[in-house]
């Protein structure tokens, strides 16, 4: 953030307006630049020189939103406590700058931002799954010795066998499949137990029963663990 920000953070810290984080958020967005890509200053000289070209802006760059918007840019990476939602850092790079390779940047700077002793209360990093892979997940780990928490992109997981009664494999999308090879139906959540409840399609009224075989209809209490640091484990109850 600039000198005046920062400093008025670490001042809200140490007063305990901003309490102590177990969590951070990290995303990113863009801020329009207001300058030509690839853009040169000119030196003055009206003949052919030698002088060194520089640019009219060091930090900008091309970003590609979509494939209708495009934007010649400047990316902010923004660290904001999961509790305050308050921000706390930033840092900002390149536009086309891929936002994978920006955490490392984004964490040190963190750290320079913020008191020791408030970072050591830091646990997890949350992000986007563009961030999910095993480099970031070790720079988190060796830069803040937290853990980052960011969503797996199904499409690089398998389906997962399940080792239980009456269940075959755990979808990768986390929806299990019963003994018949059907996609259990989410029915609801039970909070005094902690426990995802699924039933058979056979329940379902919105699906056609008319090519639905199933060996034996039923209903299962699938327990959740609630723990930020662990992946969805499924028990049969």
């Not at 490392?104 to 209360?121: A, G, N, R, S």
């Not at 239980?164 to 959540?189: A, D, E, Q």
């Not at 902690?194 to 056609?208: A, R």
């Not at 034996?216 to 969805?232: R, Y």
Request: a neutral charge.
């Amino acid at each position: 953030m600039g000198k005046s920000p920062t400093i008025n953070v670490q001042f809200n810290i140490e007063q305990g307006i901003i309490e102590k984080e177990e969590q951070l958020a990290v995303d990113t967005t863009h801020v329009e630049a207001e300058a030509t890509l690839n853009a040169h200053r000119k030196c003055g000289h009206s003949e052919p020189c030698d002088c060194p070209k520089i640019p009219t802006d060091d930090n900008v760059g091309l970003m590609r939103k979509s494939n209708t918007a495009t934007y010649i840019a400047h990316k902010v990476a923004l660290v904001c406590g999961v509790k305050s939602e308050l921000p706390l850092s930033r840092s900002i790079f390149k536009g086309g700058q891929h936002d994978a390779t920006t955490l490392k940047t984004t964490l040190e700077q963190v750290k320079q931002d913020l008191p020791e002793e408030w970072v050591k209360d830091v646990q997890y990093v949350s992000a986007d799954g563009i961030y999910q892979n095993k480099e970031n997940q070790e720079l988190t780990k060796g830069i803040l010795q937290a853990k980052l928490l960011s969503p797996i992109n199904p499409r690089k997981i398998k389906d997962q066998e399940l080792n239980s009664s009456r269940m075959t494999k755990l979808h990768k999308y986390g929806v299990p499949h019963c003994i018949s090879g059907h996609r259990l139906k989410l029915k609801g959540f039970d909070t005094s137990k902690e426990q995802y409840i699924w039933i058979c399609p056979v329940f379902d009224l919105s699906i056609s029963k008319r090519d639905l075989r199933v060996q034996q209809p039923v209903i299962f209490n699938i327990v959740m663990e609630l723990k930020l640091e662990e992946q969805f484990v499924f028990n049969n109850h």
